[in-house]
């Protein structure tokens, strides 16, 4: 059973364009959204997150939009560039004390189109 | 930089062969995984840790198998490597505060 949800699979997008990328979950016990961004050849690296308590969180061009009453989260990405071309992977964190542990979403490959 | 370090990079092998995956973290970190990466790219959790001598199956049934008898150190291996573990596997630590975990740049096997 998956978890944590995500869409689309692949995404094209223009340069300058903006990039939407969504994911929802189920288990309301989760307390912690990070998104992950992965380069061919190398592993995941945290590129934002998010708390349920805020409803959005933005870092330069990069935005994430929460919905608590939906469960519901999304990343945006402002003014796409070609070296944003990347797999995204949304995260929810659940547990307490040692049983936390991070839940992934299926990623999604962005191509930005130069 | 994320100091967590995996070797080998690529590995191409043949059936039945005895392999370890190897996972080095300098962070001090208590809890580590293994995860699968699909072709597709979807990671899946085979094994995580919370500490020395602490190891755990994670959310997909997997034949290897896991040690933890030092912190730094989470090697992972598959007794008897078979083509259908052919896949990505990506190891990753979070510190105590759990925000934000931290990856290796993963070891590509390959099984002949």
């Known amino acids: 059973q998956q978890q944590v949800k995500q869409s689309p699979q692949s995404l094209i997008v223009q340069k300058g364009g903006i990039s939407i990328i969504n994911c929802a979950y189920e288990n309301t016990a989760f307390d912690y959204f990070p998104w992950y961004q992965q380069f061919p050849g190398k592993g995941p690296a945290l590129l934002i997150a998010?708390?349920?308590?805020?409803s959005e969180k933005k870092e330069g061009r990069f935005t994430i939009s929460f919905n608590k009453s939906a469960k519901q989260f999304s990343l945006h990405i402002m003014d796409s560039q070609p070296g944003d071309s990347a797999t995204y992977f949304c995260?929810?964190?659940?547990?307490?004390?040692?049983?936390?542990?991070?839940?992934f979403g299926s990623g999604t490959q962005l191509t930005v189109l130069p | 930089e994320a100091d967590i370090y995996q070797t080998p990079r690529y590995l191409v092998i043949g059936t039945g062969k005895k392999i370890t995956l190897e996972c080095s973290q300098t962070m001090g970190h208590d809890k580590m995984y293994w995860y699968q990466q699909d072709p597709g790219m979807e990671l899946h959790l085979i094994h995580y840790?919370?500490?020395?001598?602490?190891?755990e199956k994670g959310d997909l049934s997997s034949e290897s198998t896991v040690s933890r008898i030092r912190t730094e150190h989470f090697p992972l291996t598959l007794e008897s490597a078979r083509p259908s573990h052919t896949s990505q596997y990506l190891c990753a630590s979070i510190p105590a505060s759990n925000t934000e975990a931290f990856f290796g740049q993963g070891t590509r096997l390959t099984v002949v």
């Open positions: 998010i708390r349920p308590d805020v």
């Open positions: 995260a929810a964190r659940r547990g307490v004390g040692s049983a936390r542990q991070l839940t």
């Open positions: 840790s919370y500490g020395v001598n602490s190891t």
